[in-house]
């Protein structure tokens, strides 16, 4: 069955975004989503267009319609082979698809074509949904080769006569393409003679680029020009060919034998292919830049960058916003995930950015990570920044987390003050855009002679209220494994200036009251984490009732409690076995047979599953799919097998966004003794136009921002420190106001 949504699909539009092209997108109306999988190096879409036919996409690019392919195939094909006298054996490096392959056969002259593709996927999709392209692989003529081009080539020295890379843009892993060592490889698999084409990217867009293209391939070969065509789908609809050849007395501007059987290439237009605009041969041929500038953007200005590198650990819901921050602060990003195809996902589209593979829980593999950045983002579990922070020490470099400091990291402040080394925490949204604006309103009645005497702070990461139609009333927006860890943290708080304690899991939840933010929300909230430490760091020394808790919508509790009553959010470590389905765990955890009315029976009879609730509960059991014959995820414990499960039910569908509530309340006392009541709202819904989650920003961009102001050296004191202090915070306040609205609304009553 075809995927019912693709997050580059909003309200029926596909959109092509990315910052190769700043400033400009693609959109092209959907009929219906073919084809969609997450190959082992890319993200795979395939779908019907309303006016270009079937569409492939690559990471979000568009590589081929059924409507125009033919201007491009058909160009990076025949200005090489057309301009050779010979051409008899043939390498296509990249281009799965087909369509190069397909023009290539169009010269008798050919006897052997041989593909090298590293990602089967796309052949394979391709011959299901692309079948005019395809249908060349019947061909007796052509070969495949599944694997990297890089060593395929070495092996293969002076074989083909011509060799066409149909590769994708240079960001991620396709940047090494467009290097001197690949057009070396190149080269040296020609014949004497040989001719070879390659993607050249976009007059419109990247004239710099294609200026450095042409001087490195004319260091190798005999001869290289730039020619173009045109394409309605591709950025700017314009996109060029380097064409390169061995042999210095040919022309390849000149073709040399007919090409029969075209729709866009003629004798005519591939002499004219070489023909450049005046501000494109200014650039290649002279260097200079006679494009008009704009505020903002120099179309074709080379992105030079502030040789300050930064690495960003993790690849979780909220490191996009992250990565993009740092990147379009011209910083050099490298990120590290356990495994290189995440990593290369998240810097699709980014410029400067680099994928790696990293195994954070190895030091060794750590140190060499961090080894040459300015700053190292730890988004990984918070159990790992400890070591994180000891690889940082080691290699002197700066760190940013989002997390609360824990007492492992604490022990390590002398340690960085030392080595005159920031470690800045708690800088995502809770915490962190909750400190920024708690610190401002607590400083100012300090100032004005009053006292705080009651801080209540809750904020919700929830859904909007039309998505919250699963059995939890929630869809995850950051990390399913944290929001399930975080339900089993003691709740700690004052209450009439004494402090109370809440243990996680049931007693959590039953502690849970309903909460008034707006009456569009029916909302309940309970303590998280311990508050009692925020009379010391938001320096209330006075302060009587405190509490910073969570809010979730009313009905998400109880059913966190017959999870916890059944041990479902144990995260002790556990043999479990693959072929277990979730009916059969759930019932060895109440200790019956495998059947549904069985384990209905026992649920009846739990603790936390009084009578007047049975029948939701029960119905909301199975809509989380606890009832099925659907096999367990094993993750280790029973609560991140758990989260393996919410991930997959509790999923934003196409054009649901998230919501992020975020609110303060503080009980004041005057210098004149008079009472008020202060509070401070945020409320942020996710992008409806495929931009991040609301989650994802207020996480992601704060901790961005602190990247930026380390890397600028406006955060210089030295140690493990988090936004508590009013001068800091303002600092990140003004910041995000001006420059991404974000902001918390106040009120006083």
């Not at 990076?76 to 290539?104: K, Y």
């Not at 052509?142 to 240079?170: C, M, N, Q």
């Amino acid at each position: 069955m075809a995927p019912k949504s693709h997050p580059a699909i909003v309200n029926g539009w596909f959109r092509e975004i990315s910052s190769q092209w700043p400033g400009q997108a693609l959109n092209l109306k959907v009929k219906k989503i073919l084809h969609h999988e997450k190959s082992l190096f890319q993200d795979v879409l395939v779908f019907e267009s309303e006016t270009y036919g079937n569409v492939l996409v690559l990471d979000g690019a568009v590589q081929v319609t059924e409507r125009d392919e033919f201007s491009y195939q058909e160009m990076i094909t025949h200005l090489p082979m057309a301009a050779h006298p010979n051409p008899e054996n043939v390498l296509v490096v990249g281009g799965g698809d087909g369509g190069v392959i397909r023009e290539v056969l169009k010269h008798d002259t050919v006897k052997k074509v041989t593909l090298v593709d590293i990602d089967e996927a796309v052949i394979r999709v391709s011959k299901l949904y692309l079948p005019t392209l395809s249908a060349c692989y019947e061909d007796p003529r052509v070969e495949v080769f599944i694997g990297d081009g890089f060593k395929f080539l070495p092996a293969h020295k002076d074989e083909y006569d011509v060799i066409i890379t149909d590769s994708s843009d240079p960001v991620g892993p396709a940047q090494a393409l467009f290097e001197a060592p690949y057009f070396k490889l190149l080269h040296d698999a020609l014949k004497t003679g040989g001719h070879m084409s390659t993607q050249g990217e976009c007059l419109w867009l990247h004239l710099p680029l294609i200026k450095e293209l042409r001087e490195t391939t004319k260091s190798l070969f005999k001869v290289a020009e730039y020619a173009y065509t045109t394409i309605p789908t591709y950025p700017s609809g314009q996109i060029g060919f380097l064409v390169c050849c061995k042999d210095q007395e040919r022309k390849l501007n000149t073709p040399v034998r007919a090409v029969s059987g075209t729709k866009y290439y003629n004798a005519d237009v591939h002499k004219a292919a070489f023909v450049l605009p005046e501000f494109g041969r200014a650039m290649i041929e002279d260097g200079r830049n006679v494009l008009p500038v704009f505020e903002g953007v120099r179309p074709g200005a080379k992105n030079e960058t502030t040789k300050k590198k930064v690495l960003l650990l993790g690849s979780g819901l909220v490191a996009g916003p992250a990565a993009q921050y740092i990147t379009s602060h011209n910083h050099e990003l490298t990120v590290a995930c356990r495994t290189l195809a995440t990593a290369e996902a998240l810097v699709q589209g980014l410029p400067n950015a680099t994928p790696v593979s990293v195994d954070v829980s190895s030091a060794d593999a750590l140190r060499q990570a961090i080894k040459g950045h300015d700053v190292v983002v730890s988004l990984v579990p918070y159990t790992l920044h400890a070591g994180v922070m000891e690889a940082a020490l080691a290699e002197k470099v700066h760190v940013v987390t989002t997390s609360y400091i824990n007492p492992q990291m604490r022990a390590l402040h002398d340690k960085f003050v030392e080595a005159g080394l920031i470690c800045f925490n708690e800088i995502g949204l809770d915490p962190g855009v909750d400190h920024l604006w708690a610190v401002k309103i607590i400083d100012e009645v300090h100032r004005a002679g009053g006292k705080v005497k009651s801080f209540y702070s809750y904020c919700g990461g929830l859904t909007e209220p039309a998505a919250s139609d699963n059995a939890l009333g929630y869809k995850f927006s950051w990390s399913p494994a944290g929001v399930l860890m975080a339900l089993n943290n003691t709740g700690r708080f004052l209450e009439n200036g004494a402090p109370r304690e809440v243990a996680g899991g049931d007693e959590l939840m039953r502690f849970a009251k309903p909460y008034y933010y707006s009456p569009a929300y029916n909302l309940v909230a309970y303590p998280n984490r311990d508050s009692t430490v925020f009379r010391e760091h938001y320096q209330i020394p006075e302060v009587e009732n405190l509490v910073r808790g969570t809010l979730r919508y009313a009905g998400f509790c109880e059913v966190i409690r017959v999870w916890a009553e059944l041990g479902l959010l144990d995260d002790t470590p556990r043999e479990l076995d693959a072929n277990t389905t979730w009916l059969e765990l759930v019932a060895s955890r109440l200790g019956v047979a495998a059947e549904s009315q069985a384990v209905l029976g026992a649920l009846a009879k739990l603790d936390s599953v009084p009578a007047h609730e049975y029948k939701v509960l029960a119905q909301k059991f199975k809509q989380a799919g606890l009832l099925s014959d659907e096999k367990i995820s094993p993750r280790g414990t029973h609560l991140r097998t758990l989260a393996a499960l919410l991930e997959q039910k509790c999923q934003f569908e196409d054009a649901e966004v998230d919501l992020v509530l975020l609110q303060h309340t503080f009980e004041v006392v005057r210098a004149d003794g008079t009472e008020e009541t202060i509070y401070a709202k945020l409320e942020e819904y996710g992008d409806r136009n495929g931009g991040p989650s609301a989650m994802a920003k207020l996480v992601g961009v704060p901790c961005g921002l602190a990247v930026q102001l380390i890397l600028e050296g406006a955060l210089t004191t030295p140690g493990v420190h988090a936004p508590y202090d009013e001068p800091t915070a303002k600092l990140f306040r003004d910041r995000l106001e001006a420059d991404e609205g974000i902001t918390m609304k106040e009120t006083v009553v």
